[in-house]
Each structure stands twice: as structure tokens, then as C-alpha cells.
């Protein structure tokens, strides 16, 4: 009942012409950059993370955030579909049977199906945000620094692990993320760390130009030099509207995808990216006939992208309970929300009701006003893809750097952006996914803080980590995790069909 | 968007309005600026807020609040000390931490007593030690006799280290005889949170961060840390009357402007901020915030600063507290 109060008076905040106004500039923004090729969710974010300090109510800012979020994530399929290019990283499998089905004149269907099925997965992840976010808050309280510790540990080395890239790379970037969250003060001892003397190291490095380089100016680079030759299949786009054939195919992957994406994206480290791939990977399973992978099958569409969007609802669960952002996207969130001037966390629902309850019912409007966005505009988003990148780069790269000299007012954040964009560029050639990066820079001083804590209330015994259940039962699963997956590619290798 | 517009007409209207006042030559003839050295939506923040929403009904220019968060409070401090003293630089906060507890930890790149002139305190957030609702402990004498017999130490969260709490608790433990291990966490909020789930015995925090839980239910008051009760919580009694000899001043929230401010500037702004002292709206806006108005005008400020300051560089000593 509460929940249903709470929802309406969120609705009622949501409804608001500025907060309706916002959630569609996030949404709109969102899918027009995230179409372009590259900037996913996080960079799109990253690039516009600014703009939350020229709006004033933290509700407000929020709601754009989350807008630019799963706007982002509704329009990185249309150039996976069009273009074969993934407009992030959460459409790269459906690169693989969305392309073929444009190039065989399907491409409405492809585009069509992706709209409707991100709607219903968004949807009910929403859904299920609204219903259990309350409950898991009232558990949250039972998490102390040991409890935070494990979790954090565990979401970091699942980004990694889970990631399904090169786990000594994930971890040399999770090491780097850490040593640049070292920077600044000390949050134990309040020494100064890492400064040589910089005044404006002080506090550490900023987190809104850290992402802002490496995510955003990062991609663009790579963008610049990538961006000469791209083959559109087509930009007929044609009905999209499925028929009731493919309906009938696809019905079921969006609800497989849904249930795998609400699932994947409340556990720390998982998210829309590993969602996407498990979801292919379940609907190549059950499939009828498993051979049409590859060359067009609807369903390897629809289940994917329902499953990054309902992961992409799910993993606020994580945040606005806990205080935790579990992948790199809601890392930026989270960084907003302290912009704000609010910490996520157990009271978050209660003490901030308004930005909890506002920002959900403004989700459930979001979607809504993508599914419209999307459906009978499609064809304009894929002209969009026709601009030369070239063209665009460096709008976004002068609008990046004002931004970032907007926030403080220090030519110093200006020079730490460029250089952390041309080390977001070095990553990349190096292939080196920055995104543990991000997130062990947002996590690191959680770690430190909770370990030192928790050792503090030990009297130094790091026995606390496994004397409490929370934590000893965080720490199991992830061991089981990870033997599982060490399990199955031992097999894989040893087994005979393969 | 709103904010950026208003800043903008604000702008404007400044630049037209500046022949004219600089023939009448009256201060202010421009905008005031307001910063503040924490982020927005801290305690600081929202008194800095509380008093620009007033500052118009008592003065012909607005004041314009500007956040210059960073390494506790020097940052935007530090942009204060060196901007030109006019008047139109006004800092927020003054007798925080890095004002009165910092420079007896630390080499402070500015004096906090010689390059500012105190204009006016407007608000003291003294320190109150709280517990749990589940907590066995009803009273300070309830904390000691658990150590006492126990020997075992008592697990305490404070906001951050070396802070005003951390100092306070610390001071506690010391008169008392008490195991105290304080806990730092990364601000007021955090270190709540924690508390109320149970995970350390007790904890320190301001008013306004603790009365919101009192209320709800999920904390009990044990003891201020001021020499006397807490406007904001009269129900509370001190660390000594319940015999414990330690007080604090906890952190102090007042107002300053750059060494070198002409004094009848220096007049003014004083004039205009205790006037909005005793402003009722004001006083309820406050109230509302869980924050004592206790306003002081710039002589008797500048030597409370200096005796707070003292006061704290003596605590230092005695516990033995180092950073560096």
C-alpha cells in the first residue's frame, strides 16, 4: 500500500510540466546520441553530466539522467541493426542477426521488434524496481562496512570476470581505477595523498571530467578514426511494425529476455552488456531452429535487447537501496545523486521520497515516450547515422570541454579532461575496456573506507569478512561464480563437439 | 536552467546598474556573492541557502550562493582569502573545521584568523552523541559502566576524521576512561546510516543529522558536547551534567570577508545578517532544519573564533592527535 501511495505521489512530481519537459529532452537526447555510433549509455551520460548543475531540483536532474540512460539504450540497436556498427556495447549481439535481417529488407521488422521489446522489458523492469526496491531497502540497513566490503569486491571482480574480455586486462584496469580513486584525501587518516603539491589534486580527481575523458572524448577519438568508411546496409527503414509471424517467434525471447535482464542487472558487476549476451545465448538454445542464428532470426533481436533494457531498470535496485552502483552507467547516476547533494542509501526512500519516487514514475513515462519516440521515427534516427562524424566530433568535443570548465570554473579540470580522453583513447588501441576502470574509480573508496572500517571494528581481524553471514554469503557466491565459469570452460575445451 | 537564467539577468542588471551606483558610491551596488566551501546540500549549504532566501528583504541586492567544495573546506576558502575585499566576496561557514580544528593538524596555505575578518556567527552545530534504539545504553554513565566492566572498546562512528565529532567522542573517551574507536566515515549521512543499522555502539553527529532519526525512532540522545544544552534539542543534557568534564564547540557556521574589507562595508554586512538573525521567518526556517540560530556580531565573533580555536589546539595536544 505504501508502495502504491509512494507511486502516486511520485507520479504527481513526474507529472510536473518541468519534470515531464526533462524526462523528454533525457530520453530524446539520449536516443539521438546513442545512435550515433560508439557512445553508449556511460559515455552519453559522461558527456552530458554537466547539465545537472544548471538544474536546480535534484529530482529533476535525476530524472534527466535517467532519461539520457535508457534513451541511450533504446537507440544503440538502431545502428547495430543498420550500420552492423553497435551504438554501445549492450547491442553488440544484436549486431549479428539485426544486420542481417536489414540487409535482407527486414529492417523495419528488426527496428520495430527491438522498440516494442525494449518497452515491455523496460517496463516490467520498472515494474519489478517499484516492487522490490522498498523491500530490499529495509533489508539494506543490515549491510555494515564488512557487508559493503564484500559486495563492492564482488561487483568489481564480477565486472570483470563476467565481462567475457580478458580478465588480466579487466584486472589491470580495475587496479588502475583504484589508484586513481587513491588520489586526494586519505578518507581514514584525512592525509593528503598523491598530490606532489597541486592544489586542485587536493580532493582527488574530479569524477565528471574522469568520465567525461575516458568514456566520452575516449570514443570520440576512436570515433574520428574509425569513422571514414561505414557501409549503411539501408536507410529504407519500411514498415516496423512485426508481423504476426514474427510476433508469434519473438513473444517468448522478450519475456526470457526480460526475466535474464532483471535478474543480470541487479547483481553488482552484471548489467545490460552481460544480459544481452546470456539472453542470445539462452535463445540460440531453446530455439526451434537454431540454424537461422546468424542469418536474420527475429528472436535474437528481440530477447537481447528486452534483457539490456529490463537490466538497465533493475540495476537502479542496487543503487538507490544500497548505495552501490553495480556497472559503470550507474556509476554516473550515482555520482549525479551526490552532485545533488543526496547519498543513496537505506533512508533514501524516506528521506528523499520525492527524488525515489518521482525519478520511478518518471521511468514508467520514459518508456512510454520512447516507445513513441521510437516506433513511427525510426526512420528519422536512422538519417541520423548519415551525418558525417566527422562533422559532429568536435561540436561534442567543444561542448565536452566547455562543460567541464562549467563545473568549477578551473582551467586545470580542462587540461585533466584532455588528458584523461587521450588516455581513454590509448585504452581502446590497446583494447582495453575502460569500463571496470570507471567503475573501481566510483567503488575504490568504498572498498578502502569499508575495509579500514570494518578492520577498525575488528581490532584488525579480517576475520570480520567471514564471521558475518551477509558478507561470508556474498563472498560464496561469488567463489561458486567463479568456479562455475573456470568449470565450464575447462569442459568446453575438453569436450568432443566442440 | 532556471538558475543559469536568473544568474544571467542578475548579470546584466548588475553591469547596467554600476554607473549609476558608483556615482552614489553606496555599498552594495552590485550583487553579493555568497560561497561556500562544501557541496550543496550539506548543513552549511542549506544555511547559506536559509540566508540568502532573506538576505533580499534586508538589503537592495541579492545574494548570489556560490558551492567551491573541495579538500574539506580549504579550496573555496583559500579562492575567499585571495579575492579582492570589497565586500562582494562573502564567505559561508566560517568556523568550520578547517578553520578552527585543521590548522592545529596542519600547514593551512592562509591564516584563517589574520587574512578573514569575522563579520558575524549565525549558527553553532554542536556535537551529540547518540545510540541506537536497540541499544542497552540510556545515558552516558550507562556507556562508561559498560566499558568499565567489559573492557572491551566501543565501537563509534563519527562523520570523518579529525572532524569536530571525531574530536568530541575522542575528548569523551579520554575524560572518561573509556575504550573509544572511533569509526570515520565520509560525512554526516553515512555515518548514521551505519549506526542505525546497528553496526557500532554508538556515534556523534550534528543536530541536524541526528534529529531526524530521533524522531523516526532509530536513535536515542545520550549527551551534548557544548558547555550548554542544545537550543535545538533543550530535552538533551550535556556531557557534564552527567559528569563527564569535556565540551566542545563543535563546529561553527558563521560569516566572513577577505583581511582588508573597508569596516563600514564590514558595518554593513554585519548589520544586514543579524537583522536576518532575528527575522521570524527566518528563525522558522532554521528551526526547520534542525539548526540553533546563534548569532554573534563581527567583535565578539572574531574573539570566539580565536578562543574556539585555542580551545581546540589544547584538545589536540592533550589526545595527541596528528595527521602529517
Given amino acids: 500500500m505504501e508502495t502504491f501511495s509512494g507511486l502516486i505521489s511520485g507520479f504527481s512530481i513526474a507529472l510536473t510540466p518541468i519534470n515531464l519537459l526533462f524526462a523528454f529532452i533525457g530520453a530524446l537526447v539520449g536516443t539521438a546520441i546513442g545512435v550515433l555510433p560508439g557512445l553508449g549509455p556511460a559515455a552519453t551520460i559522461a558527456l552530458l553530466l554537466p547539465a545537472i548543475y544548471v538544474v536546480s531540483e535534484p529530482v529533476t536532474a535525476i530524472i534527466l539522467m535517467a532519461g539520457i540512460f535508457y534513451g541511450s539504450m533504446y537507440g544503440g540497436s538502431t545502428t547495430s541493426i543498420l550500420l552492423n556498427l553497435p551504438g554501445e556495447a549492450a547491442s553488440v549481439v544484436t549486431c549479428i542477426d539485426g544486420y542481417k535481417m536489414a540487409k535482407k529488407g527486414r529492417a523495419g521488422a528488426a527496428l520495430g521488434i527491438a522498440a516494442i521489446g525494449s518497452f515491455v522489458a523496460g517496463t516490467i523492469g520498472i515494474v519489478g524496481l517499484t516492487l522490490f526496491a522498498p523491500l530490499i531497502a529495509e533489508f539494506a540497513l543490515s549491510f555494515g562496512p564488512p557487508e559493503k566490503f564484500s559486495l563492492a569486491v564482488v561487483g568489481l571482480l564480477m565486472a570483470v570476470t563476467l565481462s567475457g574480455s580478458s580478465i588480466i586486462k579487466g584486472l589491470v584496469m580495475l587496479a588502475l581505477g583504484l589508484l586513481l580513486a587513491s588520489v586526494g584525501l586519505d578518507p581514514i587518516s584525512g592525509k593528503t595523498r598523491f598530490s606532489f603539491g597541486v592544489i586542485e589534486l587536493q580532493s582527488g580527481f574530479d569524477f565528471v571530467t574522469l568520465a567525461m575523458g575516458v568514456f566520452g572524448l575516449g570514443e570520440i577519438f576512436i570515433g574520428l578514426e574509425a569513422a571514414v568508411k561505414v557501409e549503411v546496409a539501408t536507410t529504407k527503414v519500411g514498415s516496423v511494425w512485426p508481423t504476426l509471424k514474427d510476433w508469434a517467434a519473438s513473444r517468448m525471447a522478450i519475456l526470457r529476455g526480460t526475466l535474464i535482464g532483471f535478474f543480470i542487472g541487479v547483481i553488482p558487476g552484471g548489467g545490460a552488456v552481460i544480459s544481452s549476451l546470456v539472453s542470445y545465448a539462452v535463445e540460440k538454445k531453446v530455439a526451434k531452429h537454431p540454424e537461422e542464428f546468424g542469418e536474420g532470426a527475429i528472436e535474437g533481436v528481440a530477447g537481447p535487447e528486452s534483457a539490456n533494457n529490463a537490466a538497465s531498470s533493475s540495476s537502479f535496485i542496487p543503487l538507490l537501496t544500497l548505495g552501490i552502483p553495480g556497472n559503470a552507467s550507474i556509476a554516473m547516476i550515482f555520482a549525479a545523486l551526490l552532485i545533488k547533494g543526496i547519498t543513496p542509501g537505506p533512508f533514501l526512500i524516506q528521506e528523499h521520497p520525492e527524488v525515489f519516487w518521482g525519478v520511478i514514475a518518471s521511468m514508467y513515462l520514459g518508456n512510454v515516450m520512447l516507445l513513441v519516440l521510437n516506433l513511427p521515427l525510426v526512420g528519422l534516427w536512422a538519417q541520423l547515422t548519415r551525418v558525417p562524424f566527422g562533422l559532429m566530433a568536435p561540436v561534442i568535443i567543444l561542448f565536452t570541454v566547455i562543460g567541464s570548465y562549467s563545473i568549477q570554473g578551473q582551467a586545470f579540470d580542462i587540461y585533466s579532461l584532455i588528458g584523461f580522453g587521450l588516455f581513454g583513447y590509448v585504452l581502446r588501441k590497446l583494447k582495453f575496456e575502460p569500463g571496470p576502470l570507471v567503475l573501481a574509480f566510483v567503488l575504490g573508496p568504498m572498498v578502502e573506507q569499508s575495509m579500514r572500517q570494518s578492520l577498525l571494528m575488528s581490532g584488525g581481524s579480517f576475520l570480520i569478512f567471514v564471521t558475518r553471514p551477509i558478507s561470508l554469503s556474498l563472498i560464496g557466491l561469488f567463489a561458486v561464480l567463479v568456479a562455475g565459469q573456470a568449470a565450464l570452460t575447462i569442459y568446453k575445451r575438453f569436450s568432443p563437439n566442440n | ?324
Fill in chain 2, 1 to 324: 536552467m532556471k538558475r543559469l537564467t536568473a544568474l544571467l539577468a542578475v548579470m546584466l542588471l548588475a553591469l547596467f546598474l554600476v554607473p549609476v551606483a558608483m556615482a552614489a558610491d553606496v555599498f552594495p551596488s552590485k550583487p553579493v556573492t555568497g560561497l561556500v566551501p562544501m557541496a550543496p546540500g550539506g548543513s552549511s549549504d542549506l544555511m547559506a541557502r536559509a540566508l540568502e532566501k532573506y538576505w533580499g528583504k534586508y538589503s537592495p541586492q541579492p545574494m548570489v550562493i556560490v558551492n567551491k567544495p573541495g579538500g574539506g573546506g580549504v579550496v573555496g576558502t583559500e579562492q575567499i582569502v585571495r579575492s579582492k575585499p570589497d565586500g562582494y566576496n562573502m564567505y559561508i561557514a566560517y568556523g568550520s573545521g578547517h578553520d578552527i580544528v585543521m590548522p592545529s593538524l596542519q600547514k593551512m596555505p592562509y591564516d584563517p584568523q589574520k587574512d578573514l575578518i569575522a563579520v558575524a556567527r549565525v549558527s553553532i552545530h554542536s556535537v551529540v552523541i547518540v545510540t541506537g534504539a536497540n541499544s542497552p545504553f540510556n545515558s552516558i554513565k550507562d556507556v562508561i559502566a559498560y566499558s568499565k566492566k567489559e573492557g572491551k572498546p566501543v565501537t563509534t562512528a563519527v562523520s570523518v576524521k579529525a572532524g569536530a565529532v571525531d574530536l568530541a567522542l575522542t575528548a569523551f573517551g579520554k575524560a572518561a576512561g573509556v575504550n573509544i574507536v572511533t569509526v570515520p566515515f565520509s560525512g554526516g549521512a553515512e555515518a548514521t546510516t551505519a549506526l542505525a543499522g546497528g553496526h557500532l555502539m554508538i556515534g556523534g553527529g550534528h543536530p541536524s543529522e541526528v534529529i531526524p532519526h530521533i524522531k523516526a525512532g532509530r536513535f536515542k540522545p545520550l549527551a551534548v558536547v557544548l558547555p550548554q544544552r542544545d537550543p535545538s534539542m533543550p530535552d538533551v543534557p550535556t556531557l557534564k551534567e552527567q559528569g563527564v568534564d569535556v565540551a566542545t564547540w563543535g563546529s561553527v557556521k558563521g560569516v566572513a570577508v577577505p583581511a582588508g574589507t573597508p569596516k563600514e562595508v564590514v558595518k554593513y554586512l554585519e548589520t544586514t545578517i543579524l537583522k536576518i538573525c532575528k527575522d521570524p521567518e527566518f528563525l522558522e526556517t532554521m528551526k526547520n532544519l534542525n539548526q540553533p540560530v546563534m548569532c554573534q556580531g563581527s567583535e565578539e565573533f572574531t574573539k570566539f573564533i580565536k578562543q574556539a580555536t585555542e580551545d581546540y589546539a589544547k584538545l589536540i595536544k592533550e589526545l595527541n592527535i596528528k595527521i602529517d
